[in-house]
């Protein structure tokens, strides 16, 4: 069997010309006599492979000389202790609550200080993104949470919040490198890499150095402390290496792509494609407000729990592949990132009006 269209959230799909690489340096990566899975972390082909990599992530984003670059363990969840940890100064931060993944931080920080819900979209599932323009932000926040797009439910923040001066911290673990993003305009970016970059396991951290200090909460472990991991370059002890690889790997075929403007401008193409048909189709049904709609996660439904599960059954038997909604919301979502191919939207779309003839 060949290659399926994945439209899998997590992990997800790969570029393939990045697999094959890997695949053809994987009993010798660059006359080293060994797989990069079996080097020293320390070696020196292993350090031109992170340098390489985070100079890449750095040209990509334009990220400033005032950020680190962190790559680290523990997903994307592990953020979500780590930020409070070293972050809440006067233990007091704001959340914005639009989905499973900023409701989980939010609960994870109420176990280290004040975390106050400041906005939600729990009222209509989180079909939309909550007017942040003048939100009632404390005072004594240290800083201002987001998950920026939401995998789950399939909405994206097209704007970013009014802080109000405080620090902005943003999940961005399903919408990283999908396009440009200011940088400047956060204290912290972090995603996950499984999601639109490499294999599961890593974050990437782009923190503002004023942030990292060596005053954070009594108790807070060496390993989940920012300064531990940006005063060793990633290297306070054997980091995710093969993660690192793929991702600079991943790094180095969107430069070729022709960097994040361009991935923006195909990634709205593909996004059309499917949204312009779910507004047309008698059958299809997208469930977010159209004005916060992702590039990324498209969630839809045909209205019957019985067509849907018949969809995702015969669109598997062709070649689609997890199609199913999340366990939590049902229906269906199509997962295309970065390395998702124009042809397979397009196909995905054939075959769904293919499908709404036969069952309307
Ligand atoms: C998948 C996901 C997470 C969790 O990632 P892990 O690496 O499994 O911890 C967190 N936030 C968002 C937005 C995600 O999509």
Redo the contacts with the bound molecule.
């Keep these: 069997m060949g290659r399926v269209y994945n439209f899998s959230?997590?992990p997800a799909v790969l570029p393939e010309e990045v697999l094959k690489e890997a695949a053809a340096e994987m009993l010798d990566y660059n006359g080293s006599g060994m797989s990069v899975m079996e080097m020293s972390h320390r070696s020196k082909v292993f350090d031109e492979i992170i340098k390489t990599a985070e100079q890449d992530l750095r040209d990509l984003m334009n990220i400033p000389d005032n950020y680190k670059v962190l790559f680290l363990q523990?997903?994307?969840?592990?953020q979500f202790a780590m930020i409070p940890m070293n972050l809440m100064k006067n233990k007091k931060a704001a959340y914005i609550v639009t989905?499973q993944?900023a409701k989980?931080a939010y609960q994870e920080a109420k176990k280290y200080g004040d975390a106050v819900e400041v906005a939600s979209s729990a009222d209509k599932t989180f079909s939309y993104i909550p007017d942040c323009s003048d939100l009632d932000i404390p005072e004594d926040a240290d800083y201002v949470y987001i998950?920026e797009?939401?995998?789950?439910y399939g909405t994206k923040f097209k704007e970013l919040p009014n802080t109000k001066g405080k620090t902005l911290v943003a999940?961005?673990?399903?919408c990283f490198l999908s396009e440009p993003v200011d940088v400047t305009k956060y204290g912290v970016i972090y995603?996950?890499v499984?999601?639109n970059v490499g294999p599961?396991?890593m974050?990437i951290v782009i923190i503002r150095e004023d942030l990292i200090t060596e005053d954070v909460l009594p108790g807070t472990p060496t390993m989940l402390t920012y300064k531990t991991h940006a005063d060793a370059d990633s290297l306070y002890n054997t980091p995710p290496c093969y993660n690192i690889y793929i991702c600079g790997k991943v790094f180095k075929w969107l430069k070729k792509m022709g960097g994040l403007e361009k991935m923006k401008e195909i990634n709205e193409k593909k996004a059309k494609i499917l949204y312009d048909f779910l507004d047309e189709s008698k059958l299809f049904k997208g469930t977010v407000v159209p004005k916060d709609r992702s590039l990324m996660n498209v969630p839809f439904v045909t209205g019957n729990e019985e067509l849907d599960a018949k969809f995702v059954k015969e669109a598997k038997a062709a070649g689609f592949e997890n199609l199913k909604g999340h366990r939590t919301v049902g229906g269906m979502r199509a997962s295309i990132y970065n390395a998702m191919p124009i042809e397979g939207v397009e196909k995905l779309v054939e075959f769904m009006k293919k499908f709404e003839a036969e069952n309307m």
């Design positions: 959230a997590g523990g997903g994307a969840s592990q989905g993944w989980k998950c797009n939401n995998t789950i999940d961005v673990s399903s995603g996950g499984q999601k599961a396991g974050v």
